[in-house]
């Protein structure tokens, strides 16, 4: 008589950095306030929410102290690691919350780590790119000019799909955005070199840790297709995403994309689809007169997905991917990192 095999639960893995770049005595970088609170906030709902297990949640912060540091060369290490202990089936987060900027000369969007090793659109392509096959990767990026993050994501909710009509209200909030020429200004002082373009200094700074775009290295990007890679983007790639202040967060600095999405997730306890979620969202944001509008980049079929793959009343885990053994105590805080 046969015997069925067993199906193993899938693996819940998250990456989640936070940058408030403290104490910084570079005009060119201005201190943020809620990027931390954005990240251990996110922590608490993947495990309580989503059913993560503490051990698989790996934060990375800036906050004086922490150790490894959120530079650009462990975070790219570590989203390396998250991968190659995916497999079919498993369920990938990263969330970064900090300063974004964009290229003047190229376009490309970038995340900006501690140490302004940018991390750009190719990047996460090319991270995506990586992915196991049947494995999701979902990036949420509260971050300036995050908008087409994922170079050749298909936009599922974006300025080409979505009209916009708001007026931004003032509440004294901070943008999560480094212009061009501050970042230029800033990298020049540190790189001693004269040059215009920013990769220039990029890849004086950082060697072979610096982005292999900023390293002349060939890469020849997927067009559109239906990869599992998933961006929820605080705002459009021409677009700045707010910092809160308390009185604004309920209490906490906070990032105005990642306070609305959680209030969202709050208000809608069972499963809500990818396209839903960044929907309310932007509704929310509306309602508060905020001048940044979330989009969602994926595949037509990840788009209409479950957020994270939540498990729907009346299915089984193994129909969705979505389950995992017991929650532990104790969040990590990074792999050793250099």
């Known amino acids: 008589m046969a015997v069925a095999a067993r199906v193993s639960s899938p693996k819940k893995l998250a990456l989640l950095v936070g940058c408030n770049y403290f ?23 993947l495990v309580s929410r989503f059913g993560f297990d503490r051990r698989d949640v790996t934060i990375l912060t800036d906050e004086p102290g922490s150790h490894p540091m959120p530079t650009g060369a462990n975070i ?16 990938l987060v990263f969330h970064f919350s900090g300063h974004g900027t964009r290229d003047d000369d190229t376009k490309d969007e970038a995340i900006v780590p501690c140490d302004v ?26 971050s300036c000019h995050s908008g087409g993050l994922i170079n050749h994501e298909k936009e599922q909710i974006g300025p080409s799909t979505v009209k916009r009509t708001i007026d931004a209200k003032d509440l004294k909030s901070k943008p999560r955005f480094i212009p061009h020429e501050s970042l230029l200004q800033h990298l020049s002082g540190l790189s001693g070199i004269e040059s215009q373009q920013i990769g220039h200094h990029i890849a004086h700074l950082f060697g072979d840790d610096a982005s292999d775009k900023f390293l002349n290295k060939t890469y020849h990007p997927k067009k559109p297709i239906a990869d599992n890679g998933i961006l929820l983007s605080g705002c459009e790639a021409g677009q700045t995403s707010a910092d809160l202040p308390p009185e604004a ?39 508060q007169e905020q001048e940044q509008h979330p989009c969602l980049y994926c595949s037509d079929s990840n788009a209409v997905s479950p957020f994270l793959l939540q498990k729907r009343p009346g299915t089984k885990d193994v129909d969705i991917e979505a389950t995992v053994g017991t929650a532990e105590k104790g969040v990590t805080t990074g792999p050793e990192l250099n």
Request: hydrophobic content about 35%; aromatic content about 4%; overall charge neutral.
């Open 23 to 45: 104490n910084n005595d570079h005009e060119y970088i201005p201190e943020l306030h809620g990027c931390i609170n954005d990240v251990r906030g996110m922590a608490e709902t």
């Open 117 to 142: 090793n940018c991390i750009n659109d190719i990047d996460f392509r090319q991270i995506v790119d990586q992915l196991p096959s049947g494995t999701t990767l979902t990036i949420i990026s509260d």
């Open 249 to 287: 967060g309920d209490g906490k600095a906070c990032g105005a994309f990642t306070h609305s999405l959680q209030k969202v997730l709050a208000q809608h306890p069972r499963a809500i689809s990818y396209k839903e979620l960044v929907t309310k969202v932007r509704q929310l944001l509306r309602s």
């Open 76 to 91: 790219k290490r570590a989203l390396t690691d998250m991968i190659k202990k995916a497999k079919s089936g498993d369920v």
